[in-house]
């Protein structure tokens, strides 16, 4: 079982730059593909960025790749996701996740532990 609490969205306004943080309880936090996905309103949840178990491979939606950066520190049971250069159509609510398995995945139903979700709202 995997607790997981986000924490860092906001109000950013186009072009700037926003941090999300992902702490997970429990102590085999390096067993886990974690990942971020968002939801817009009236849209699908969607893929974002996903983050090996030792850090050393990601992948990301095209949609963010180059802008976004997933990282981990398995020593402080977190992970984050740095978003650069924000555009108003990366307003959503962010979701972390967390994966019991080898490898990562992009779809939502390939992971099994959920946070409740941060705010990120870009304005024009």
């Known amino acids: 079982q995997v607790q997981l609490v986000e924490s860092g969205g906001g109000l950013v306004q186009a072009g700037g730059s926003l941090g999300l943080s992902c702490a997970a309880s429990g102590r085999t936090f390096d067993n886990y593909i974690m990942g971020w996905f968002r939801q817009a309103p009236g849209k699908e949840r969607e893929f974002v960025a996903a983050?090996?178990?030792?850090?050393?491979?990601?992948r990301y939606a095209d949609s963010v790749k180059g802008r976004f950066t997933i990282s981990r520190d398995n020593a402080k049971n977190t992970v984050y996701l740095q978003m650069n250069s924000l555009k108003q159509e990366d307003t959503a609510v962010y979701y972390c996740t967390a994966r019991w398995r080898i490898t990562m995945a992009t779809t939502a139903t390939s992971y099994d532990y959920w946070g409740q979700g941060t705010q990120v709202a870009v304005s024009s």
């Open positions: 983050i090996s178990r030792s850090g050393g491979s990601t």
